[in-house]
């Protein structure tokens, strides 16, 4: 199975600041068809987790633009710039190149 | 707007059986694959099975192959997962999903928490 390495496990922030998110994959993420199928999603506390970010870079429908992906191959990067409170909770990368589909582990925004 | 409902969740005796049910709204059902995405206590997020949209096809991780079965009624708009030989380690919130173009999981339910304890 492909093994998504999300760093770092937590971050602290203090509000208006930038954050980054790193996902490392075992294997590239690009399909044979050129696509790359990587994910973000955003676990808020007590909440269903909400997709913010696929194929590497498209935000979906309502994310603001200050969540940016960016990437290729085998490294991921999730930015937040000036972060909100509603930003906090754990972030996960995802990837569906390869069967099965995997979540990285998770990394935890909180205020510092 | 799309909506999805999990229900069936709750506490059963590890070897025995449960079935869970999503019922979506929203959209047309019978157009989209639907997925199972599971989360234990404090961990983090687990994909599970996932079914075409007419139900010809299904997908499983290798821990469920042969104890799960991910089933659908287009006619009732609903998603299953019958779930047999349940163990501990199958406690989770299960959460059902729905893709959109070239994305997994574009939506989900609020998720239903099943505990296999004795």
């Known amino acids: 199975d492909v093994v998504l390495t999300q760093t770092p496990v937590s971050l602290s922030v203090t509000l208006g600041d930038q954050a980054s998110i790193s996902c490392r994959s075992s294997?590239?993420?690009?399909?044979?068809?050129?696509?790359?199928?990587l994910e973000w999603y955003l676990q808020k506390p007590g909440q269903s987790p909400q997709l913010l970010i696929y194929?590497?870079?498209n935000r979906f429908s309502g994310v603001p633009d200050r969540f940016i992906g960016s990437g290729s191959g085998t490294d991921f990067t999730l930015k937040i710039s000036r972060v909100e409170p509603e930003d906090l909770g754990v972030y996960y990368c995802?990837?569906?190149?390869?069967?099965?589909?995997?979540f990285g582990g998770g990394t935890k925004l909180e205020l510092k | 707007e799309v909506q999805l409902v999990e229900s069936g969740g709750g506490l059963v005796q590890p070897g025995r059986s449960l079935k869970l049910s999503c019922a979506a709204s929203?959209?047309?059902?019978?157009?989209?694959?639907m997925a199972w995405v599971r989360q234990a206590p404090t961990k983090g997020l687990e994909w599970v099975a996932t079914?075409?949209?007419?139900?010809?096809?299904?997908y499983y991780r290798d821990s469920v192959k042969g104890r799960f079965t991910i089933s659908r009624d287009n006619a009732k708009s609903t998603l299953y997962l019958q779930m047999d030989s349940l163990r501990s380690e199958d406690t989770a919130t299960y959460y059902c999903?729905?893709?959109?173009?070239?994305?997994?999981?574009?939506?989900w339910g609020q998720g239903t928490l099943v505990t296999v304890s004795s």
């Open positions: 999903a729905r893709p959109r173009r070239r994305v997994s999981f574009a939506y």
């Open positions: 929203g959209f047309t059902f019978s157009n989209y694959g």
């Open positions: 079914i075409s949209y007419d139900g010809s096809s299904t």
């Open positions: 294997q590239s993420l690009e399909y044979s068809d050129g696509y790359t199928y």
């Open positions: 194929g590497v870079s």
């Open positions: 995802f990837q569906a190149t390869h069967d099965p589909p995997t």
